[in-house]
């Protein structure tokens, strides 16, 4: 093989209410020249309301997307996670990819990703009720709800990008295009909330 996965099965564990959980997995290039690998999802078993997002370090694949290709040049690796967002909604899912070589169809790896989100508690359903806006955002965010005092955003592939303070402007022109994650935290570094948010350029 040309390629591998690694921490397959890949668990994600979080709750109803969270915005999003991840279960994560990478994939490395065993060769000495660039290839180009493709996912399909196989299987999409999720709860009713689920969504679930394929993410690489360069991009995430929404729930209408089914299919898609990458390349990584020699010996290199990426992280290949599954992003469920609950919506509110507790239960078990899974989701089910069929990765291979473009180069060299015969090459297969098979792999699942399970997500757990627990019942919302009435205490930290409370907690979460924060909107962020806009959503999708061109070169400002704005936090509605409960208050918070450390605020931080973090790519797709979970790379802490920026920290905000409280009643900090949250200003995101300078990101590129792509899903974001938005986690919020009290006065004792305990996270409130994780949202998730899209950058586009202004037109």
Request: glycine share 4%.
């Amino acid at each position: 093989m040309d390629f591998e996965l690694t921490s397959i099965p890949a668990y994600g564990d979080g709750s109803a209410d969270d915005e999003d959980f991840t279960a994560h997995s990478m994939i490395k290039n065993l060769s000495d020249e660039t290839i180009v690998i493709a996912w399909q999802r196989i299987t999409n078993d999720l709860p009713q309301d689920w969504q679930s997002y394929i993410c690489s370090n360069v991009t995430c694949a929404p729930p209408d997307i089914s299919m898609g290709t990458f390349s990584l040049i020699a010996y290199d690796s990426t992280n290949l996670d599954c992003h469920f967002l609950p919506n509110g909604i507790s239960g078990v899912g899974t989701v089910d990819l069929r990765f291979f070589l473009v180069q060299d169809t015969n090459q297969v790896i098979y792999a699942t990703y399970f997500g757990n989100a627990e019942p919302v508690s009435t205490t930290q359903a409370l907690k979460n009720k924060i909107k962020v806006f806009p959503n999708p955002a061109t070169e400002q965010i704005f936090v509605e709800g409960n208050a918070y005092h450390f605020l931080e955003i973090y790519s797709s592939t979970g790379l802490l990008i920026q920290t905000f303070s409280e009643n900090a402007r949250i200003h995101i022109n300078n990101l590129t295009n792509g899903l974001y994650f938005l986690k919020l935290y009290d006065l004792d570094r305990k996270l409130i909330s994780i949202n998730a948010f899209q950058k586009i350029n202004s037109k």
